[in-house]
């Protein structure tokens, strides 16, 4: 079993439509957590970070639930420039702040 | 801020020639990282710094890998001798601190024939 795991997807979507993504990862030590974009033949980039209290910016939400381990995203009212492949992130402090990405989940959001 | 800059930006290279690839953080982040990322494998963690001083190196696939940081600006990731195998895209990244996001560079193609 990977440490982090995630959809690959794709999910395709409507312009406007609410999608959601789910990522669990497998070691209860982590500690950090964070959501990246990557679009095709890019560098990844950080999005957002998420926090058990979850975390809001514009359209996108993020929310850890540490009981059941895993991260989610949620966007809202969906543009076509969010197509992309999303990764999330998880850092283990015990590990020696050792981060493990997932395999990214990709999102196409279609006219 | 110019944000991380790697180089080169392409590389294309004969089975068994040493590539070198480069990095420079950006100016006050004391962790940096490589990664390698292929359509096979997704993003994976070769090495990482921090403070200068590799932390966790358990990534690099086999000896033919070697990475250093000299100083606080500078990083690099070598391959002697290179395989068609190790052809894929080499990111940087770096961060202010463990645990915090990280900014990551455009990345290197490398491509071994």
């Known amino acids: 079993r990977k440490e982090v795991e995630q959809d690959p997807g794709p999910f395709n979507v409507p312009e406007g439509a609410t999608v959601a993504f789910n990522c669990t990862y497998s070691n209860s030590a982590s500690q950090s957590f964070f959501w990246y974009r990557q679009d095709c033949r890019k560098e990844p980039k950080l999005l957002m970070s998420v926090y058990s209290s979850g975390n809001e910016d514009g359209r996108f939400t993020a929310q850890l639930n540490r009981a059941s381990q895993y991260i989610s995203l949620l966007i809202r009212d969906s543009k076509l420039s969010d197509s992309a492949t999303y990764l999330c992130v998880v850092i283990s402090f015990t590990n020696a702040g050792k981060s493990t990405f997932g395999d990214g989940t990709t999102l196409t959001v279609k006219p | 801020d110019a944000g991380v800059i790697q180089s080169p930006r392409h590389e294309v290279t004969e089975m068994g020639q040493e590539v070198t690839l480069r990095c420079k953080p950006i100016s006050g982040h004391n962790s940096l990282f490589w990664y390698r990322q292929t359509m096979m494998r997704g993003l994976e963690l070769l090495i990482y710094?921090?403070?200068?001083?590799?932390?966790?190196d358990s990534g690099m696939p086999e000896d033919r890998f070697s990475a250093k940081m000299p100083n606080a600006s500078f990083s690099t990731l070598k391959i002697q001798p290179s395989e068609p195998r190790d052809s894929a895209v080499y990111f940087c990244a770096s961060s202010s601190r463990v645990g915090y996001g990280y900014t990551f560079g455009s990345g290197t193609r490398l491509t071994v024939v």
């Open positions: 710094f921090n403070n200068n001083v590799p932390i966790d």
